[in-house]
Antibody
């Protein structure tokens, strides 16, 4: 069965970076894009960007351009999202999700990133 | 960027009610729209894709319709497990924006 398993919760200081991992299983990792979505507490879903695990090509929402980097390691079927220059407003749950072209059909369990001094 | 609006933002309903949520896009997106259900503390769950196709395993009381700029999600007979927040998402062009959500609460 398809599964996306994310790394554990992180606490970071303002100005630091965080790298969240997303390990895929149950399907061919390089056949589907991975999207990243975040959700601040009590707020809606915010789309951050996409990565093609086959080519490594990426696309980011303008809001995150210059601060976010999405990468992958195909040998271990794992995608990564790194966000730099963290501020308190980046405190949120970060999700990875598989993009099948029509929808985000499988989601990771979410990773809470807390930014606090 | 394509903006999505949802109405209502909040809906109070009873078990057995028919519920309709509307999602409007700021420009035409053909049928590239998905609907998700999210419960507190959980990841979103895909319900509908391509505006009207039911995801495998999703109960048939959920249905979607629309194309272009106006879309609806209908729950034909609300069940206790359906109390949640519902989001639409457009996948016509990047960024793949989400609507602000509709919370369905118990009356």
């Amino acid at each position: 069965q398809v599964q996306l398993v994310q790394s554990g919760a992180e606490v970071k200081k303002p100005g630091a970076s965080v790298k969240v991992s997303c390990k895929a299983s149950g399907y061919t990792f390089t056949s589907y894009d991975i999207n990243w979505v975040r959700q601040a507490t009590g707020q809606g879903l915010e789309w951050m960007g996409w990565m093609n695990p086959n080519s490594g090509n990426t696309g980011y929402a303008q809001k995150f351009q210059g601060r976010v980097t999405m990468t992958r390691n195909t040998s271990i079927s794992t995608a990564y999202m790194e966000l730099s220059s963290l501020r308190s407003e980046d405190t949120a749950v970060y999700y990875c999700a598989r993009d099948n072209g029509d929808s985000l059909d499988y989601w990771g369990q979410g990773t809470l990133v807390t930014v606090s001094s | 960027d394509i903006q999505l609006t949802q109405s209502p933002s909040f809906l109070s309903a009873s078990v057995g009610d028919r519920v309709t949520i509307t999602c409007r896009a700021s420009q035409g997106i053909s049928s590239y729209l998905a609907w998700y259900q999210q419960k507190p503390g959980k990841a979103p769950k895909l319900l509908i894709y391509a505006a009207s196709t039911l995801q495998s395993g999703v109960p048939s009381r959920f249905s979607g319709s629309g194309s272009g700029t106006e879309f609806t999600l209908t729950i034909s007979s609300l069940q206790p497990e359906d109390f949640a927040t519902y989001y639409c998402q457009q996948l016509n062009s990047y960024p793949h924006t989400f609507g602000p959500g509709t919370k369905v609460d118990i009356k």
